[in-house]
């Protein structure tokens, strides 16, 4: 994608893959202007998936986003994307208990609220894991609002590769071997 991103209209709908420093990858989907999905490939909860996240999304100048997020496990996230310069800052602030037990929030979250609100309520919150990380995106796709083909799976192994090379999805940006 060569588009330059000036409006929030630019961004809204948007689909990302990118790689913090640190090494872990993840793909978010700028569902619709209070919206995000995302898929995690790479890191401490690696495997975790999400849809239809509240989520406040603003434009700060010309071609900056900030979104920010609180979660059903008590993980709040801070994303600043700068899409022209295929870069972003994220900062992750995970309780505790996701810190000590990843394995519990690694799952489909939808069909698991219940689990993450029981989950936050029984283990520790603090002190707080925060990752303050920058990012390198990797992929941006056009997939416009409200596409729910965009983030429909879990993550599997060669995924982001898969999306990247252009074997995931179709021209109407549906995916393909459904
Ligand atoms: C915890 C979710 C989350 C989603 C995207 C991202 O870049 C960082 C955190």
Do not use: C
Not at 26 to 43: C, F, L, P, Q, S
Not at 122 to 139: C, H, Q, R
């Amino acid at each position: 994608m060569t588009k330059s991103f000036k409006t929030l209209g630019d961004f809204l709908g948007t689909h990302f893959i990118y790689t913090y420093d640190n090494g872990w990858e993840y793909e978010w989907y700028a569902k619709n202007d209070h919206t995000v999905d995302y898929r995690i490939h790479g890191g401490m909860v690696a495997g975790r998936w999400v849809k239809d996240q509240e989520a406040d999304i603003v434009m700060l100048t010309p071609g900056i986003y900030k979104i920010s997020w609180t979660e059903p496990t008590g993980t709040d996230v801070a994303l600043d994307f700068l899409p022209n310069e295929k870069k972003l800052h994220g900062t992750i602030f995970f309780p505790k208990w996701v810190e000590e037990h990843p394995d519990i929030t690694v799952t489909f979250q939808n069909e698991h609220i219940e689990l993450m609100e029981e989950s936050r309520e029984k283990y520790e919150t603090y002190p707080k894991l925060v990752v303050p990380e920058f990012a390198n995106i990797t992929y941006m796709g056009e997939a416009g609002e409200d596409n729910d083909d965009v983030i429909s799976e879990a993550p599997y192994d060669g995924m982001p590769d898969d999306i990247r090379d252009g074997r995931y999805y179709d021209e109407n940006y549906r995916r393909l071997n459904k």
